[in-house]
């Protein structure tokens, strides 16, 4: 089965915790994503990484912290200096390698997702 | 702040009627994207409208692009229980940004019996 999973689907966190969100993809995507959602606010992006060993910033990248070591993972991990971290976060992942030319036309392909409470 | 914003927030309507949904965006765009979220679960991609499109159908979907006011609208017919969910629109960077997309706020959509 070809997909995109996250683990765990519920995290806890007492403050001052750092935690680590999996996000693994075997469809051989090369572009990764972490959004966050709050109710009502839609997603916001936080992480994207277009390659492996590159990443860069979304618009809500503070106190957050990722990876990309390898093609299928892009671990996210929330660190305690993200001030309100309880949220519900999703990866995704799209075929990318855009020769940069012209905009996008990927889909993305989502995980289902971890709930972060902090205790 | 968001690049595509939803209309209505919030949608209620009985089994069989229709749901339209609309989507505004700010910047031009080469092409727009509609997202479906059930309650706790990740987004599935449902259609991508190009920017040389004005229309284009997808089983009881019906999606339209106008480029002049930059707006989008979804338009599901017949609707069913299961199409109680979330809608979003979704928008790509200018040319050189990069796969990255930026997601409106949503529409919640109910389907009542």
């Known amino acids: 089965d070809g997909g995109i999973t996250q683990s765990p689907k519920y995290l806890f966190r007492k403050e001052g915790q750092n935690v680590t969100l999996s996000c693994e993809q075997n469809?051989?995507?090369?572009?990764m994503y972490w959004y966050r959602q709050d109710p009502g606010q839609g997603l916001r992006l936080i992480y994207y990484?277009?390659?492996?060993?590159?990443?860069q910033k979304g618009d809500i990248a503070e106190g957050y912290s990722v990876s990309r070591e390898k093609k299928e993972s892009f671990p996210l991990t929330v660190t305690s200096a993200q001030k309100n971290p309880t949220a519900f976060y999703l990866c995704?992942?799209?075929?990318?390698?855009?020769?940069?030319?012209?905009?996008?036309?990927?889909?993305?392909?989502f995980g289902p997702g971890t709930r972060l409470t902090v205790l | 702040s968001q690049q595509g914003e939803e209309d209505p927030q919030a949608l209620s309507i009985q089994e069989g009627e229709n749901a339209t949904m609309n989507c505004s965006y700010k910047?031009?765009?080469?092409?727009l994207q509609w997202y479906r979220q059930n309650s706790g679960r990740g987004l599935v991609h449902l259609i991508l409208i190009r920017s040389n499109e004005r229309e284009k159908h997808s089983g009881r979907l019906r999606v339209t692009l106008d480029t002049s006011k930059k707006s989008s609208s979804l338009l599901i017919t017949a609707s069913r229980a299961a199409d109680t969910a979330s809608y979003f629109c979704?928008?790509?960077?200018?040319?050189?940004?990069?796969?990255?997309?930026?997601f409106g706020t949503g529409t919640q959509l109910k389907v009542e019996l």
């Open positions: 979704a928008t790509p960077p200018p040319a050189g940004g990069g796969n990255k997309l930026t």
């Open positions: 910047t031009s765009i080469n092409n």
């Open positions: 995704a992942s799209s075929i990318g390698g855009t020769s940069g030319m012209t905009a996008s036309t990927d889909t993305q392909y």
């Open positions: 990484s277009q390659i492996v060993n590159d990443f």
């Open positions: 469809l051989n995507h090369d572009a």
